[in-house]
């Protein structure tokens, strides 16, 4: 089956830790993207990229890191730098373009 | 700076009428819109898109209207059935910059029985 994988689904992170979000796709897309959702927010952009070895902040890049080493998988990382780190992560790909396609997301929760 | 807008966090229809839900947008560089639907806990998936150079674009029940010159876009969903309740998002790209979605702080649409 085509599609996107995010893994965890829970994740719960200590104050001061790193950590890092799982996000692998199948379906030969070349851009990827990772976007944060807050109750009641929209959809803010975190990072994304259109090819392997190459990526963009978007508007909410602080606190976050990523990585594009191979065509199918795009991990996020969230740094102790991330201030508020608590919140619903979506990771999605698409061909240039086109309609984007989502994980099922990550619930990332500072214990 | 929001470029894109839902400026109804909430809307509620009778089962069988029609839903509209609307999107505003300020970059006219703007060209093409997407809207999606979400439940709670779960990725968004894809409804219908239009590009900049139609003003409408239908699939089955659903179908999407663009204003360019208001800068507006619409979705319209007839006829409305409960199923059809749950988190819209509207969100729009160009081609300047490589497809990034940019995405309003949608609506939730309840539909009653």
């Known amino acids: 089956d085509g599609g996107i994988t995010q893994s965890p689904k829970y994740l719960f992170r200590k104050e001061g830790q790193n950590v890092t979000l799982s996000c692998e796709q199948n379906?030969?897309?070349?851009?990827m993207y990772w976007y944060r959702q807050d109750p009641g927010q929209g959809l803010r952009l975190i990072y994304y990229?259109?090819?392997?070895?190459?990526?963009q902040k978007g508007d909410i890049a602080e606190g976050y890191s990523v990585s594009r080493e191979k065509k199918e998988s795009f991990p996020l990382t969230v740094t102790s730098a991330q201030k508020n780190p608590t919140a619903f992560y979506l990771c999605?790909?698409?061909?240039?373009?086109?309609?984007?396609?989502f994980g099922q997301g990550t619930r990332l929760t500072v214990v | 700076d929001q470029q894109v807008k839902q400026n109804s966090p909430s809307l509620s229809v009778q089962e069988g009428r029609i839903s509209i839900l609307n999107c505003d947008y300020t970059?006219?560089?703007?060209?093409?819109f997407l809207w999606y639907k979400k439940y709670p806990a779960e990725g968004p998936t894809f409804l219908i898109s239009?590009?900049?150079?139609?003003d409408k674009n239908e699939d089955g029940r659903f179908t999407v209207f663009l204003n360019k010159s208001a800068k507006h876009l619409s979705l319209h969903i007839v006829p409305s059935q409960p199923g059809d309740s749950a988190v819209y998002f509207c969100?729009?790209?160009?081609?300047?910059?490589?497809?990034?979605?940019?995405f309003g702080q949608g609506t939730e649409l309840s539909v009653k029985p």
């Open positions: 970059n006219s560089m703007f060209d093409y």
């Open positions: 999605a790909s698409s061909k240039r373009r086109t309609e984007a396609f």
């Open positions: 969100a729009a790209s160009h081609y300047n910059q490589g497809g990034k979605l940019i």
């Open positions: 379906l030969n897309h070349d851009a």
């Open positions: 239009i590009s900049s150079i139609k």
């Open positions: 990229s259109q090819i392997v070895n190459d990526f």
